[in-house]
């Protein structure tokens, strides 16, 4: 009979309180405290505009937008009762403008049904208008100080490289969930810094195309260290010029800019592909981010 062969088992996570001891003091010395959004007095409402904006778009060009943003609106009462078409404008070029009005329908139930406190449960939170998983758990423990798996691009990243993989793939899944939360001590507020600090991680030393596994803190407790990265697709950066999120970006730059109503012969002008231009018009109308006037000429939402 031949002899069996092993099946190759991927290394284990670190223990809870080996990541802690390896990784909080360096999350101290490297924490990006000149993120405005982590002084000291955010409020939880400041935390959940922040987490919104952050979504597909770089911390360097929200921090900006945050700082205006919350001194313009610094409650959800001031965001539910501004005019839609002066958010789209606070918004700006952050893309995925779509996220600026589901942050104002938040803010409406917020203020009308929470009594302007934003909740510190992520099952609550979840019930938000366009809060997910991600989001609410992020509040609930970046601001409450709760034990949740915060679990974003960078902390799956992090997490499927400690149990020795390069990659942990497009979708956030249960597996990816429980692998996060296995990885949290029992202390809360120690949980909510290792959170944090797996997220900072990710961002500054283990991302998408390198790992500094010299500099890296953990390195001696994960399954990936010293490991070269493959080739693939999720390393190379998506095209934007000339898509479909292109000019949509350009037609809301255009109709933020104007002093009033646009005409169509002004919307065509921003590129050359009349399909385009048309399909991009239609979206953006379903969507809820432009209308017209009665003459038919284009224009941000007044409500």
């Known amino acids: 009979m031949p002899a069996a062969t092993d099946t190759p088992t991927e290394p284990a996570l670190p223990s809870p309180g080996l990541l802690a001891e390896r990784l909080l003091p360096w999350f101290d010395a490297h924490n990006r405290t000149e993120l405005p959004?982590?002084?000291?007095g955010t409020t939880a409402w400041g935390v959940l505009v922040s987490e919104v904006m952050s979504q597909q778009t770089q911390v360097a060009r929200v921090a900006p937008v945050w700082e205006a943003w919350m001194k313009r609106w610094p409650t959800p009462a001031d965001l539910a009762a501004a005019p839609t078409a002066d958010v789209l404008r606070e918004w700006?070029?952050?893309?995925?403008?779509?996220?600026?009005l589901r942050l104002q329908e938040c803010a409406r139930v917020v203020a009308e049904e929470h009594g302007g406190t934003v909740p510190s449960d992520p099952a609550e939170l979840e019930k938000l208008p366009g809060i997910g998983n991600y989001t609410a758990a992020a509040v609930a423990v970046f601001h409450y100080g709760g034990r949740h798996a915060v679990v974003d691009?960078?902390?799956r990243r992090v997490v499927a490289r400690l149990g020795g993989r390069a990659d942990a793939g497009n979708a956030t899944t249960r597996a990816d969930l429980a692998a996060t939360a296995s990885l949290l001590?029992?202390?809360a507020p120690t949980a909510a810094r290792v959170s944090?600090?797996?997220m900072e991680l990710g961002a500054l030393v283990c991302t998408a195309r390198k790992t500094e596994c010299g500099t890296c803190p953990v390195t001696d407790a994960c399954g990936f260290s010293g490991r070269e990265l493959p080739e693939g697709p999720s390393r190379k950066r998506q095209r934007y010029k000339g898509t479909n999120r292109h000019v949509r970006g350009e037609i809301m730059a255009l109709l933020r800019d104007a002093d009033g109503p646009?005409?169509?012969a002004r919307i065509d002008a921003v590129w050359h592909d009349e399909r385009m231009v048309n399909e991009a018009v239609?979206?953006?109308?379903e969507d809820g981010l432009i209308g017209t006037d009665e003459a038919g000429r284009f224009e941000l939402p007044s409500r």
């Open 37 to 40: 959004w982590r002084r000291p």
């Open 185 to 187: 001590p029992e202390d």
């Open 196 to 198: 944090l600090a797996l």
């Open 153 to 155: 691009t960078n902390v």
């Open 262 to 264: 646009v005409d169509r």
């Open 92 to 100: 700006g070029r952050m893309g995925y403008p779509r996220r600026a």
């Open 282 to 285: 239609a979206q953006l109308i």
